[in-house]
């Protein structure tokens, strides 16, 4: 028995330790995002999160004054300006895309036709030509500099005041709230009847449901908005109710079937004992004591639909007045996606509500998966 109880407490401490990986695994590429999402887009490109806190050493290129800006002395034709920002500071710099790292701050390089060029170490230059200037665009200045760290809420800025941002939060609420609620309501009932019901074919319909669970929604997305379009559906809310609850179905029916099979069995018996229908037994009895199950649902469910982009561009459409946050934020962060700063601070503008619901709803959470996973009949 020592023994056992030795290996009892190793396999805990096991247990503890796997717990404690996966909540790294999970926290830290969170704090990357949220610590992201407070630089700009040199910074990102420049170096990783972890250290925002030093400076960063960034490349770029600067374009020097053009013939406008020239001015005559002693003889020379002479453009001055300054390729730093406030804070940077100059490591090295160059004149072509092949060496932008040639020079160091200070050295005097000879251009083509007489021209010479400066960069002193505080970003000054000054490009002398015995002849006039005739560029429109001015020539290309590249730089190494150390940038300190530095901090924006721009981009949150940028994504909280985008065009068409306060419709699409309204569009995902009046999409979410019913795609949450009507599969509840409707797997409650079947759960229900699969659990304490008896009737021919229940065991078939059980499997049904769980084979349902394995079948990818990316097949069913076509076939299924042709059949609107054949019932008169077409893309609008309804279409996207009824697809989001035929895809959250199976999961829902098997969570809840599964926890209610767990409920104590001489409850039930006695409510029929003394003439409770099935309905004021399932209204009454069961729904109160599932709540924890019908919570974990909900928060799956709502997390689900909340981040869902391929049913809304499916079943809602793509025009201004049709698009989720999801499709607002894809257009904000342009075709090619490049824009990471955005794309991090738009992270954390979509999991707002979500984390209200989940924080509101946890305490249920673990208590309904745990109950659903072990019971069973």
């Known amino acids: 028995m020592d023994n056992i109880a030795g290996t009892r407490a190793r396999l805990v401490w096991a247990v503890n330790l796997a717990a404690a990986v996966l909540v790294i695994l999970w926290v830290v590429p969170t704090i990357g995002l949220l610590v992201s999402s407070f ?7 420049a170096s990783g999160w972890w250290r925002a806190a030093f400076p960063a050493t960034i490349s770029s290129f600067v374009r020097a004054g053009t013939a406008q800006d020239q001015f005559q002395e002693n003889g020379l034709w002479v453009i001055e300006g300054n390729v730093l920002e406030p804070g940077q500071g100059l490591e090295r710099w160059g004149t072509s895309s092949r060496a932008p790292e040639a020079y160091a701050p200070g050295e005097t390089v000879d251009l083509k036709d007489g021209e010479v060029i400066t960069v002193a170490p505080d970003g000054g230059y000054r490009l002398t030509a015995p002849q ?6 001015g020539m290309r200045i590249f730089i190494t500099t150390t940038t300190p760290p530095r901090f924006t809420t ?3 800025a940028r994504v909280i005041g985008a065009e068409g941002l306060g419709r699409a939060f309204l569009n995902t609420m009046t999409v979410t709230i019913p795609a949450t609620v009507i599969p509840i309501l409707i797997a409650a009932f079947a759960a229900y009847a699969l659990a304490w019901m008896q009737f021919p074919g229940r065991a078939l319909l059980v499997a049904a449901v769980v084979g349902l669970l394995v079948v990818p929604l990316q097949l069913s997305l076509i076939p299924l908005l042709r059949f609107h379009n054949e019932i008169g559906l077409g893309k ?3 279409g996207i109710w009824l697809a989001h609850t035929g895809f959250g179905l199976p999961l829902a029916i098997y969570l809840l079937r599964n926890y209610m099979v767990g409920l104590p069995k ?13 309905f004021q037994i399932f209204r009454r009895i069961i729904l109160p004591l599932s709540f924890p199950a019908l919570a974990s649902f909900a928060i799956f469910q709502f997390l689900w639909v909340w981040n869902d982009l391929l049913v809304a561009t499916v079943f809602l459409g793509n025009r201004p007045d049709q698009l989720v946050m999801t499709g607002v934020l894809r257009e904000l962060l342009g075709s090619r ?3 990471w700063e955005i794309l991090a601070a738009s992270a954390f503008v979509s999991i707002a509500v979500p984390l209200l619901v989940f924080f509101a709803l946890q305490k249920y959470l673990v208590r309904g998966l745990l109950a659903g996973s072990v019971k069973g009949g």
């Open 39 to 45: 630089r700009d887009r040199d910074q990102i490109t």
């Open 132 to 137: 006039e200037f005739t560029n429109t665009r």
């Open 154 to 156: 721009d981009n949150y």
């Open 236 to 238: 609008g809310y309804l």
């Open 266 to 278: 001489e409850i039930i018996e006695s409510a029929r004992v003394d003439g409770a229908t099935e």
């Open 337 to 339: 996606g490049g824009d």
